[in-house]
């Protein structure tokens, strides 16, 4: 890779973002050229829209690479076709509702000289009150709990990250593609950028936050306009796969357990978010066992680290970080 000049793919997944489209693509086109890179390419991978999406890149955009689905699959699988059809050296997901500020990847770049780091993410702030939204993400995690949103909002240390948001995330093309990139069994929506991230880890490589990469993202109306008892469902269920996915083997069914107690309280009470999702979950088990077991076989890097070991790396990278940027 030409670390000073690299190749970058910016995958845009969309589905009905007529109206967001023209912003986030103008944006993506500056921070790509006031950061000094030539050899780029923008694709716009469609989600079987209804609205006049598919029109305005035609009319406006007729550079972007559009891909086309005849069926709404969900988001991993959205971008799972934009980044199939990519072909430069770095992938950039970006949501269609975010911005990037000018030379967005300045900063981001000159850290994929180390050839163990699998993506970078900046900082992500709210557009129009510019509070911080997403930073580096603590690992919160223990040997029965993946906890991934508490955010630290270091304006100045790079630092590691459990995982990289789906909406900003550079991504060095050949390990993405090689992992296969998104878990589609996530699809809908819900934490499949929290599963890549624990993923690529457990692989052996590094996840870092680069604050001096920002953008700017307005919330996705979207999952908003959706029912919310649906939402909560499917966010419930995927918190279950992540779970299933990577929990070490003695303590796997103690989870199943547990939730499998406290879904039945749930319901007793009349929540039946929780049963829904449960139902749904135990249903996926034999395919997420085949997908455990595999994974545990995949190991590119020697073999796969535990959630443990994982979360000792991150905390020993954060300290070193912390220690570099601040000298005593």
């Given at each position: 890779m030409n670390i000073k000049n690299p190749s970058i793919s910016i995958v845009i997944p969309n589905y009905n973002g007529f109206k967001l489209l023209p912003e986030t693509i103008?944006?993506?086109k500056n921070a790509l050229k006031s950061s000094?890179?030539?050899?780029?390419?923008?694709?716009?991978s469609d989600d079987a829209s209804t609205d006049r999406s598919l029109d305005l890149l035609a009319q406006s955009f007729p550079d972007v690479i559009l891909v086309k689905s005849k069926e709404n699959s969900g988001f991993a699988g959205n971008v799972n076709r934009g980044i199939q059809r990519s072909t430069k050296e770095l992938v950039c997901l970006l949501n269609s509702d975010v911005h990037l500020q000018e030379g967005y990847f300045t900063a981001q770049v000159p850290l994929f000289e180390n050839p163990m780091v699998f993506g970078v993410m900046g900082l992500i702030q709210e557009q129009g009150t510019k509070v911080f939204q997403d930073g580096a993400k603590l690992p919160s995690v223990s040997n029965v709990k993946i906890d991934s949103n508490k955010n630290n909002f270091s304006e100045h240390e790079v630092l590691p990250t459990l995982f990289l948001s789906g909406a900003n995330a550079l991504l060095r093309a050949s390990y993405l593609k090689e992992m296969g990139g998104l878990n589609e069994s996530f699809n809908p929506y819900y934490a499949e950028d929290v599963e890549l991230g624990i993923r690529a880890w457990r692989m052996g490589w590094t996840l870092l936050?680069?604050?001096?990469?920002?953008?700017?993202?307005?919330?996705?109306?979207?999952i908003l306009k959706l029912p919310s008892d649906h939402v909560r469902t499917v966010a419930k269920r995927n918190k279950h796969f992540l779970h299933f996915l990577h929990l070490p083997d003695g303590f796997l069914?103690?989870?199943?357990?547990?939730?499998?107690v406290k879904a039945f309280f749930q319901v007793m009470m009349g929540n039946r978010v929780h049963g829904k999702a449960l139902l749904s979950f135990y249903r996926a088990i034999p395919a997420l066992m085949k997908q455990?077991?595999?994974?545990?076989?995949?190991?590119?890097?020697g073999r796969v680290l535990s959630l443990m070991e994982v979360r000792k790396k991150i905390l020993r990278l954060m300290e070193l970080s912390q220690t570099t940027a601040n000298p005593s």
């Open positions: 103008e944006h993506a000094g890179l030539s050899d780029f390419e923008i694709i716009v936050y680069q604050p001096a990469s920002r953008c700017f993202h307005a919330q996705s109306s979207t069914w103690v989870y199943v357990l547990q939730v499998s455990r077991q595999a994974f545990q076989n995949s190991s590119i890097n």
